[in-house]
Every structure is written in structure tokens, then in C-alpha cells.
């Protein structure tokens, strides 16, 4: 590996664009550039990003990392072997296969926009039987079913079932939710005329960010996407890994417009001229949505194996093997990650919680307690306790495992005492409460508890605050360890395009890049943990 050891990753986040040069040998980080993007609101509940914007990032990023590589003895044309691309997840584009112009915003994860298509997709009232098994097709989306809430059955096979809001779960491992990208594309092509005229003529491509990204940024132009981040959209059957015909059917998306699924590491196509130094030789050969590069970046490689990231919401996957586990209480059945076409797909529980660093910037940007995220240790270390304040930022409803839409955050037990270092000790302490009560669900639908989990392993912007780090040590009990590297989604992507192209000749040869940084162990006892934790509810 010593001749081939950088490897470049681009990480494209909910907030911001990152691209990352690691060197594989010693396991550093080489160089690094990023830049933040708009968030646009236009409305309550609206979240939304210019697609152009974030492709301008990502190739300045590229350019930049590109330059500084030169400055240290680096040649990006020779040196560097290849990219690897992660993204935040759900988040939708259309836009035209001629031009490449977008022709909306893309439409965020966080955006709840399609609560109401939502509702009619779980409150609809049909027969038991479901929809015969066939590929949508644009001459089926012609028909009109685009602007219909739901598509009339037909007979055939039972997959589609009537159960609420978990009537695609069987399928896909989701429940029905405004978080996933399918009641994205959907609301799409009903409420955009020229999503629609582009649907009818077969010129519009669909997809996440990925997808969109992976198209501009190759010489081929390909309209891919991996399993890990087709797994978010409610249309992919868990099963074959292929778009599900019945379910393009009842959301009314051709499977033409959507990207072909791909394994996570594979050689896609190669970066085009336009990007910096690399000349149109580099390929692009890992494509993970964020939390499952951050599996492989955290070397979750084995059954049982946890790691949570706390990035803009904070997200818990847990390594389930080949095995799929339909989670009873809540959470979700997801790929982890598949490290080339020949390779299985390996799948893990997932539990995701909506607000997280989000809620930081919500106490600098709308209350003003803070002006600078950095604050928020040592004002929330400058009290001992929150005061009994709580505070659940439940902004557009819960996620893992309530699956609340309809929720609205709730900050109580305030008095005249009160004061701003207690509503940011209480914002950190929510995130800890909820990313327990996440794990506490994993592990019960293994029918194990917390004391079986041997430690947590956490990456992400926000384990920077190391109270953040040593509260969740102490409510869960079992070790918190922070690894050298913490931008474990950058790394997990770089490994995944460095196994496609032979960087790394094994996947076990990824423990090699991950580092023990710091370590917090629980500093209160059981009977101590046992009178904290009923704050949770």
C-alpha cells in the first residue's frame, strides 16, 4: 500500500461540503477544505438547498484540497488513487438529462412538506390484495396516477400490506414518513409543472444528492446511486436490492427517471477534466449516504458492532450481519453498506434522531443565547445539573422510534433560577436521552440489554464537546470512545473507493486506519443512572 496511499473523499453534508485527503499508510488526514451552503425556509416546515450551489462547493472543494496536496510534495494527477463520495441522505434533485439544470430546489430531509400525502398513504382504505408485481414505467406515470394519492390496486401477491404507517415495511424496512426521499420525488411530480412535462417526455432524472453529484462530476455522466442511500427512498425492496414495481406504482416514479442501484464500492466512471488537477483519470469508486460511510469509517465490521453519529441530527447503526432484523420497536432495517458487486450486502438497525447540532445553531441563530457554537461546553459545564429544566426540540416531529409527525418541541421547568447555561446543558442532555432511548430499542429487538453493549463508538462535529460525550457515557453505562479520526464519514468513503481499486486489499485492513483518540467512562453509579433516566419520558 505504500505506493498507493491517498485517497480523496468527498463529503457532502446537510450543512456544508467537505473533501478530505487521507493518507492510508499513516492513517492521517493530508489536507481539507470545506464550505458551507444556504439553508432556504421558504415556508413553515419547508427545507430546502440550491443544487447548483452545492455542485459549485464540491468541485472548489475538490480544487482546493487539490492545491494543497501540491504545496506538500503531492502530485493529485499521480498520487492520488481515487474518490470517494458520501452524502446526506433523502435529500432529492430533478433535474433535465439534456441540460443538467436542476428544475426545483432540491427538497432536504428535514422537510415535511408531503405530511399530508403521508397521511394518505397510511390512512388509505383498500382490499388485502396489493398491486400485481410489475416495473413501473413511464407509460404507466402517463396515466394519470401521478396526480392520485395512492394507485388502485390490481390483484396479484400480498407484499404491499394495510398497516398504517408501517404498510411498506415488510419491503422496505421503513415506516411511512416525510423523511424519506420517494414521498419527495412524488410531491415532485404533482406540484411542479415541469417536473411533470419532464416525467411525460421522459426527460427529467430523479435522485439524492448523490446521484446528483456522481452525474456532474464524471466524464460519463452516469445516473447511479449505491444500495445504501436507494435503501432510504420507501420504493427499494431490501430483498433484491432492485426498485420495487409495485411501490413506483403507488408513488407514481418511473423507474426511467430513477438511477441505477450499485453496490457501495465499484468503479462508476471517472472524475471529468474540469476538476482541478485530476484530469479526468481519477475514479469515483465509493458512493455510501453518510451514516453507513460512517459504519465503515468507524469499522463497524461485525455483528453487534455500534457506532452514533452526531452531526446536524444524530444517527445509531448497529451491525446486524447478512442478517435483516424488522425492528419491533421502532427503529430501522437498513443496508450498512455492500463493498463490491460480488460482495453481500450486510445490514444493521438504525435509529435516527431529527435535532442535534441543529439544535446548537437553533440557540445561537433564533434564541441568541450563544454566539458561537464553541460556547455551549463550558456555558452548559458552568451549572452542575440543567434545574430540572427538559427541553425535547422536537421542531417537525420525532423520529426513532416514536415516529411522531404531528410533535412540537417542549422546553418545561423553568423559574425565575433559570438561566441560558441551563437550556444548553438541557439541549445536550436531550440529545443523550434520545440516543439512549435509541440504543435501548436496538438492543431490545436483539432481546439484549444495555449492559451486553461492550462500548459506543461516536464521530461527527459535535463530539468535539466532550460533556456531550461524558453525559452519554453516563446514561448509557458503557464506554464512549472518540476515535483519532473523527470524520469517520469522509474515511468511510475514502475505504470503500480505495477496496473497488485495490488502495486496500481486504475489508478487515480498515480497523488498520481507525485510532483510539479519547475514552469517557461512566463517572455515576446504576442507582444514580436508574433516577436519571425517567426524565426521558
Known amino acids: 500500500m505504500d505506493h498507493k496511499r491517498y485517497v480523496l473523499a468527498l463529503d457532502q453534508g446537510t450543512t456544508s461540503t467537505r473533501a478530505i ?75 433535465d438529462r439534456t441540460t443538467g439544470q436542476p428544475l426545483h430546489p432540491a427538497i432536504v430531509w428535514q422537510d415535511t412538506r408531503t405530511r399530508d400525502l403521508c397521511a394518505a398513504l397510511t390512512t388509505v382504505s383498500e382490499t388485502s390484495a396489493s398491486l400485481e408485481t410489475k416495473p413501473a414505467s413511464l407509460r404507466a406515470s402517463r396515466k394519470g396516477g401521478s396526480k392520485s394519492p395512492i394507485r388502485k390496486r390490481q390483484r396479484g401477491s400480498s407484499a404491499v400490506t394495510d398497516h398504517g404507517v408501517d404498510r411498506f415495511r415488510e419491503i422496505t424496512g421503513l415506516p411511512i414518513s416525510t423523511y424519506f426521499s420517494g414521498t419527495k420525488y412524488k410531491w415532485l411530480i404533482e406540484n411542479v409543472p415541469q417536473v411533470r412535462k419532464g416525467i411525460e417526455d421522459g426527460t427529467v432524472l430523479l435522485g439524492t444528492i448523490d446521484s446528483w453529484l456522481a452525474y456532474h462530476l464524471t466524464e460519463e455522466r452516469v445516473h447511479i446511486t449505491d444500495v445504501t442511500n436507494a435503501s432510504r427512498s420507501l420504493l427499494m425492496d431490501l430483498r433484491s436490492h432492485h426498485w420495487h414495481g409495485q411501490l413506483l406504482d403507488i408513488f407514481g416514479v418511473p423507474k426511467e427517471a430513477l438511477p441505477v442501484i450499485r453496490s457501495s464500492a465499484e468503479r462508476y466512471g471517472t472524475l471529468t477534466s474540469t476538476e482541478c488537477a485530476l484530469d479526468g483519470r481519477i475514479p469515483l469508486a465509493g458512493i455510501l449516504g453518510d451514516q453507513h460511510a460512517a459504519m465503515l469509517g468507524q469499522a463497524c465490521l461485525r455483528t453487534d458492532d455500534v457506532k452514533c453519529t452526531y452531526g446536524t441530527g444524530c444517527f445509531l447503526m448497529l451491525h446486524t450481519g447478512e442478517k435483516r432484523i424488522h425492528s419491533r420497536h421502532g427503529l430501522l432495517t437498513a443496508p450498512a453498506y455492500q463493498l463490491g458487486r460480488d460482495q453481500p450486502v ?164 480498515v480497523r488498520e486506519l481507525w485510532r483510539e483518540d479519547l475514552v469517557f467512562t461512566p463517572s455515576i453509579s446504576d442507582m444514580e443512572r436508574s433516577t436519571t433516566a425517567p426524565a426521558l419520558e
Open 346 to 509: 450486510l445490514y444493521a438497525l438504525e435509529g435516527s434522531v431529527a435535532i442535534a447540532g441543529a439544535g446548537l445553531e437553533w440557540l445561537r441563530e433564533q434564541l441568541c443565547l450563544i454566539r458561537d457554537i464553541q460556547e455551549v461546553e463550558p456555558l452548559a459545564r458552568s451549572v452542575p445539573d440543567t434545574g430540572d429544566v427538559y427541553l425535547v426540540p422536537a421542531f417537525n416531529g420525532l423520529f426513532a422510534p416514536r415516529w411522531r409527525a404531528d410533535a412540537r418541541g417542549v422546553l418545561v421547568g423553568m423559574t425565575q433560577f433559570t438561566n441560558r447555561a441551563h437550556i444548553a446543558r438541557a439541549m445536550l442532555e436531550q440529545v443523550c436521552f434520545q440516543t439512549t432511548e435509541v440504543i435501548e430499542a436496538a438492543l431490545a429487538d436483539l432481546g439484549q440489554e444495555t449492559s451486553a453493549l461492550q462500548m459506543l463508538r461516536v464521530d461527527g462535529g459535535m463530539t468535539a464537546n466532550k460533556l456531550l460525550l461524558q453525559l452519554q457515557a453516563d446514561l448509557l453505562g458503557v464506554p464512549v470512545v472518540r476515535p483519532q479520526i473523527v470524520e469517520a464519514t469522509a474515511l468511510g468513503a475514502a475505504a470503500a473507493a480505495a477496496l473497488a481499486t485495490g488502495v486496500l486489499r481486504r475489508v478487515d485492513q
Open 21 to 95: 485527503l487521507f493518507d492510508f499508510v499513516e492513517s492521517t488526514v493530508v489536507a481539507s477544505h470545506q464550505l458551507n451552503h444556504k439553508q432556504h425556509f421558504p415556508q413553515a416546515g419547508w427545507v430546502e438547498h440550491d443544487p447548483l450551489e452545492i455542485l459549485r462547493n464540491a468541485r472548489l472543494c475538490i480544487a482546493a484540497v487539490c492545491h494543497q496536496a501540491e504545496t506538500k510534495g503531492i502530485s493529485p494527477l499521480k498520487d492520488i488513487q481515487c474518490l470517494g463520495l458520501t452524502n446526506q441522505r433523502e435529500t432529492v434533485v430533478a433535474w
